[in-house]
T-cell receptor, first 114, second 113 residues
């Protein structure tokens, strides 16, 4: 089955820094890649997604890059704030229908110090 | 916003006992999922369902059963709880039609002693 790997497992930065979270997957049939954020003690919440027919997507301070050839994604967060402190999860799936079985990476813990 | 409610929020169970975790969603979503979260393992899929009265095995189904009696409700059942099942359990749902983002519940922290 699909396997999703995230690196690094943790990041500690000062407020204002930019960070990069990398994600790779194994199943070439995966077509949809949403990312989620989990603040301490809270539920996971969707933050950004990309489909396999795209190379780049931006949402305010978040930029998601996708390379289908290398099966690699990277999430770039600019101008980090303490409120960005959370665990970030990459996920991959084949799409809708009975096969919709999202697989998650192990997460990247981000701590932003003021 | 999608509403997914889990109960209980936390539970202490004894080894060998039966545990039922419940999930209720009010957004007319067809797909529902149970994941467990462990430190160092991220989220792993236990069972899922895309229609009432039917469930599918996820990646780690051993030791768990699931029940989907209606579109709104999805339960996870541990018939004989074991120490290794101590974890945080998350329920999630999605429409599975166009935008397939998951809406998560707040989680259930289960401790098996």
């Amino acid at each position: 089955g699909e396997q999703v790997e995230q690196l690094p497992s943790s990041l500690i930065v000062q407020e204002g820094a930019s960070v990069l979270i990398n994600c790779s997957y194994t199943d070439s049939a995966s077509v949809y890649f949403p990312w989620y954020k989990q603040e301490p003690g809270k539920r996971l919440q969707f933050i950004i997604d990309i489909r396999s027919n795209m190379e780049r997507k931006q949402n305010q301070r978040l930029t998601l890059l996708f390379d289908k050839k290398t099966k690699h994604l990277s999430l770039h967060i600019t101008a980090t704030q303490p409120g960005d402190s959370a665990i970030y999860f990459c996920s991959a799936s084949r799409g809708s229908g009975g096969n919709y079985k999202p697989t998650f990476g192990k997460g990247t813990s981000l701590v932003v110090h003021p | 916003e999608a509403a997914v409610t889990q109960s209980p929020r936390s539970k202490v169970a004894v080894t060998g006992g039966k545990v039922t975790l419940s999930c209720h969603q009010t957004n007319n979503h067809d797909y529902m999922y149970w994941y467990r979260q462990d430190t160092g393992h991220g989220l792993r899929l236990i069972h899922y369902s895309y229609v009432a009265d039917s469930t599918e095995k996820g990646d780690i189904p051993d030791g768990y059963k699931a029940s989907r009696p209606s579109q709104e409700n999805f339960s996870l059942i541990l018939e004989l709880a074991s120490l290794s099942q101590t974890a945080v359990y998350f329920c999630a749902s999605t429409s599975g039609v166009s935008q397939n983002t998951l809406y998560f519940g707040a989680g259930t922290r289960l401790s098996v002693l």
